[in-house]
């Protein structure tokens, strides 16, 4: 197999053989000419395919190591197209520390038509054996977590779910395949927001799932159909073109980042940080063996509770206050009263006082006096 960078710009995106143009064309279509009745050239409506989209699938699939990989409007999208394979009375075990609008989906849309939710520490076995049902059908797993960072074993995680007769689904936003492929560790499906690093810009919007599972990518698939949740040809451009500098852009990421969290290891208003980077992380040692970097993603708390964190959000430059993440750009933000908040009230509420970093790709001495300067 090819190395991660040569796939990445190469695969979905071979030369045109008419005009030799080396990226995709943006196919600007909704309908596609059929050489007979009921016989398409190539589809029988943008929404069932597009050439651009196609690409797009072919490339992030290969890269997470997946013989099938769809692609959907948002993140939540995707999600929601894969909880759409459950049924009313199932059960999905979801971590104690996960995104606000995973959860949000789960309890409000999915609750109300009949889906049952329980939270539990992933990185406890035990806890993680006493939250399934009869009814468990899906163990849902960030690692690193949004926003604690938290890190588990997807190859442990991975044998309890089939002990039994679980799917294991792993949110590999944070990580990419660049730095971490679920699916060769065990895991059954890969959900993404495609927003984040994978656009890497800040401009687009998109979800994708991969699996090695036939079945369920038919399920998926006619999902993608049916519903219509799906990006638009420019939205799967702008998407292929980020991933073929997602190596370079991740490898500088998580080198800022490594710094930003030792500096602010080492600062006397920081309380507590929280990246997988550090050796004092909890989860470092499984880190470093299931991933190839630890990201560029940083949360940490500061003294002086949530004033003293707006402050620190609302003071800073460099770093913009932004929900998101996964852009060239810093963003900060206070994940409480910003991407949380929808927890509020219930065991995912995160701290009032943590800040969440998505350390970007500007020079690290900018952002280390960016924070130094906020923290005063």
Same mark, same amino acid.
């Given at each position: 197999?090819?190395?991660?960078?040569?796939?990445?710009?190469?695969?979905?995106?071979?030369?045109?053989?008419?005009?030799?143009?080396?990226?995709?064309?943006?196919?600007?279509?909704?309908?596609?000419?059929?050489?007979?009745?009921?016989?398409?050239?190539?589809?029988?409506?943008?929404?069932?395919?597009?050439?651009?989209?196609?690409?797009?699938?072919?490339?992030?699939?290969?890269?997470?190591?997946?013989?099938?990989?769809?692609?959907?409007?948002?993140?939540?999208?995707?999600?929601?197209?894969?909880?759409?394979?459950?049924?009313?009375? +199932?059960?999905?075990?979801?971590?104690?520390?996960?995104?606000?609008?995973?959860?949000?989906?789960?309890?409000?849309?999915?609750?109300?038509?009949?889906?049952?939710?329980?939270?539990?520490?992933?990185?406890?076995?035990?806890?993680?054996?006493?939250?399934?049902?009869?009814?468990?059908?899906?163990?849902?797993?960030?690692?690193?977590?949004?926003?604690?960072?938290?890190?588990?074993?997807?190859?442990?995680?991975?044998?309890?779910?089939?002990?039994?007769?679980?799917?294991?689904?792993?949110?590999?936003?944070?990580?990419?395949?660049?730095?971490?492929?679920?699916?060769?560790?065990?895991?059954?499906?890969?959900?993404?927001?495609?927003?984040?690093?994978?656009?890497?810009?800040?401009?687009?919007?998109?979800?994708?799932?991969?699996?090695?599972?036939?079945?369920?990518? +038919?399920?998926?698939?006619?999902?993608?159909?049916?519903?219509?949740?799906?990006?638009?040809?420019?939205?799967?451009?702008?998407?292929?073109?980020?991933?073929?500098?997602?190596?370079?852009?991740?490898?500088?990421?998580?080198?800022?980042?490594?710094?930003?969290?030792?500096?602010?290891?080492?600062? +006397?208003?920081?309380?507590?940080?929280?990246?997988?980077?550090?050796?004092?992380?909890?989860?470092?040692?499984?880190?470093?063996?299931?991933?190839?970097?630890?990201?560029?993603?940083?949360?940490?708390?500061?003294?002086?509770?949530?004033?003293?964190?707006?402050?620190?959000?609302?003071?800073?430059?460099?770093?913009?206050?932004?929900?998101?993440?996964?852009?060239?750009?810093?963003?900060?933000?206070?994940?409480?009263?910003?991407?949380?908040?929808?927890?509020?009230?219930?065991?995912?509420?995160?701290?009032?006082?943590?800040?969440?970093?998505?350390?970007?790709?500007?020079?690290?001495?900018?952002?280390?006096?960016?924070?130094?300067?906020?923290?005063?």
């Amino acid at each position: 197999m090819r190395g991660f960078n040569t796939r990445a710009i190469h695969v979905g995106s071979e030369p045109d053989p008419i005009t030799g143009a080396v990226n995709p064309p943006v196919y600007l279509t909704s309908t596609y000419a059929q050489d007979s009745v009921g016989k398409p050239r190539f589809s029988d409506y943008a929404r069932v395919d597009n050439p651009t989209r196609a690409a797009l699938e072919s490339c992030l699939a290969g890269l997470e190591e997946a013989r099938h990989g769809v692609a959907f409007a948002s993140g939540l999208a995707g999600e929601d197209a894969l909880l759409r394979t459950l049924s009313p009375g +199932d059960h999905v075990i979801l971590g104690s520390d996960a995104y606000g609008g995973t959860f949000r989906l789960m309890s409000r849309i999915f609750g109300a038509w009949g889906l049952t939710i329980s939270f539990a520490d992933l990185s406890d076995m035990d806890a993680v054996h006493a939250a399934f049902q009869p009814t468990t059908r899906m163990l849902w797993v960030e690692t690193p977590s949004n926003p604690m960072l938290h890190i588990v074993s997807i190859a442990s995680l991975a044998a309890r779910a089939h002990e039994r007769g679980a799917r294991l689904v792993v949110d590999n936003t944070f990580a990419t395949p660049y730095l971490q492929r679920p699916l060769t560790l065990g895991a059954d499906v890969v959900v993404h927001s495609t927003t984040k690093y994978v656009g890497g810009h800040s401009d687009v919007l998109g979800g994708f799932v991969a699996t090695n599972d036939d079945e369920l990518a +038919d399920m998926l698939k006619f999902h993608q159909y049916a519903i219509g949740a799906v990006p638009g040809p420019l939205d799967c451009y702008l998407l292929l073109r980020g991933l073929k500098t997602l190596g370079v852009r991740m490898d500088r990421h998580c080198t800022n980042a490594r710094l930003v969290a030792a500096f602010l290891s080492g600062h +006397d208003a920081v309380d507590q940080v929280f990246y997988p980077g550090l050796p004092s992380h909890p989860g470092h040692e499984i880190a470093a063996a299931q991933m190839d970097d630890f990201g560029g993603m940083v949360s940490f708390t500061v003294k002086g509770g949530n004033a003293a964190a707006r402050h620190v959000c609302e003071t800073t430059t460099v770093f913009t206050l932004a929900e998101s993440l996964g852009g060239v750009e810093s963003l900060i933000e206070l994940p409480a009263d910003m991407t949380h908040v929808s927890t509020s009230g219930s065991m995912l509420e995160p701290s009032n006082s943590l800040i969440r970093l998505s350390v970007g790709i500007e020079d690290v001495d900018d952002l280390l006096a960016d924070l130094s300067g906020a923290l005063a």
